[in-house]
């Protein structure tokens, strides 16, 4: 089946520096990836759609100066959160669905990132 | 505002009996839905969906029943095992390649 990658599984930095997390779709090409973001005890919330050559399209009250997504393949989307700070803390999770697929399909889930701003 | 909620934060089941999940949601115009496990620090892994023309769809110990007139879903697990203690997230999506909308999740414990 459709196998979505992410790394660095877990990261810790330090507060003001910047975090670079991949997601990469391993058998399939996605043109468009959705990047999530989960706080302890709550739901998924989507922060952005990355979009292969064009701008990312980002959430209400999603910062895209902080979080500065890049989706230069068909294959890989990256997520830098930028000048991270302890409230960044969460587990960041990217997804994507195999377009070989109906649009009625499920999305397919990378492993996730825990960061960890000190 | 909440699109997609899951009402019980938990649910405790004994092995071998059924466990039912539920889920409501508010955006009528969410035509797929599907139910995911999540265990900590991974992401959710698909477990079943069904699209809006139908009522129920079937994968062997899963079941989703849709009621899309009072817009309620729920995931029947039977039966029931110690593996399936996870968190289940309930979701939703419009026509299209477009993001899931999730609830908030319910913790469920299998106790053998």
């Known amino acids: 089946g459709a196998v979505v990658s992410q790394h660095p599984s877990r990261v810790i930095c330090k507060s003001g520096t910047s975090v670079k997390i991949e997601c990469r779709s391993l058998?399939?090409?996605?043109?468009?990836m959705f990047w999530y973001r989960q706080f302890p005890k709550q739901s998924l919330m989507l922060m952005a759609t990355?979009?292969?050559?064009?701008?990312?399209?980002?959430e209400q009250g999603v910062e895209k100066d902080k979080f500065l997504i890049n989706h230069a393949s068909l294959t890989l989307s990256t997520l830098t959160v930028t000048s991270a700070h302890p409230e960044d803390s969460s587990f960041y999770i990217c997804s994507a669905r195999d377009p070989r697929r109906a649009n009625d399909s499920p999305l397919h889930f990378g492993n996730g990132t825990r960061l960890t701003v000190t | 505002d909440q699109q997609v909620k899951q009402n019980s934060p938990s649910l405790s089941v004994q092995e071998g009996r059924i466990s039912i999940l539920n889920c409501d949601y508010t955006?009528?115009?969410?035509?797929?839905f599907l139910w995911y496990k999540k265990y900590p620090a991974e992401g959710p892994t698909f477990l079943i969906s069904?699209?809006?023309?139908?009522d129920k769809n079937e994968d062997g110990r899963f079941t989703v029943f849709l009621n899309k007139s009072a817009k309620h879903l729920s995931l029947h697990i039977v039966p029931s095992q110690p593996g399936d203690s996870a968190v289940y997230f309930c979701?939703?999506?419009?026509?299209?390649?477009?993001?899931?909308?999730f609830g908030k999740g319910t913790r469920l414990s299998v106790i053998a």
């Open positions: 979701a939703a999506s419009e026509a299209g390649n477009t993001p899931l909308v």
């Open positions: 058998d399939f090409q996605a043109t468009t």
């Open positions: 069904i699209s809006s023309i139908k």
């Open positions: 955006n009528s115009m969410f035509d797929y």
């Open positions: 990355s979009n292969e050559g064009s701008k990312a399209t980002y």
